[in-house]
Nanobody
């Protein structure tokens, strides 16, 4: 599976951004796809995930109510709509895909990762 993340940029606090993750290489039924982020000097952390079939979603507490994950099966693309951004949301955002994911919040459950897209939120 190849994943291509895009949509990052420099925004001000309170702004919105939408990240995209284009997937290719196979069909994704039964896959789980997720977003993780890594801030400078910090470990990678879970942001959100979605099961391709059924569209069950999962969110980190820090983004609940502000971020929305979705997918377009026709385009094989996953999205992360980010609203009310704060400087604490700054980091490189990675998309990931996994065929067998029991714990969507755990990065080691995913098989494939995109290259990351940088989100910078200024105060």
């Amino acid at each position: 599976v190849q994943l291509q993340a895009s949509g990052g940029g420099l925004v001000e606090a309170g702004d919105s951004l939408r990240l995209s993750c284009a997937a290719s290489g196979r069909t994704f039924s039964n896959y789980c796809m997720g977003w993780f982020r890594q801030a400078p000097g910090k470990e990678r952390e879970f942001v959100a995930a979605i099961r391709w079939t059924g569209q069950r979603t999962y969110y980190a507490d820090s983004v609940k109510g502000r971020f929305t994950i979705s997918r377009d099966s026709d385009k094989s693309t996953m999205y992360l709509q980010m609203n009310s951004l704060t400087p604490e949301d700054t980091g490189v955002y990675y998309c990931a895909a996994g065929a067998i994911v029991y714990f969507p919040m755990t990065g080691t459950q995913y098989d494939d990762w995109g290259q990351g897209t940088l989100v910078t939120v200024s105060s």
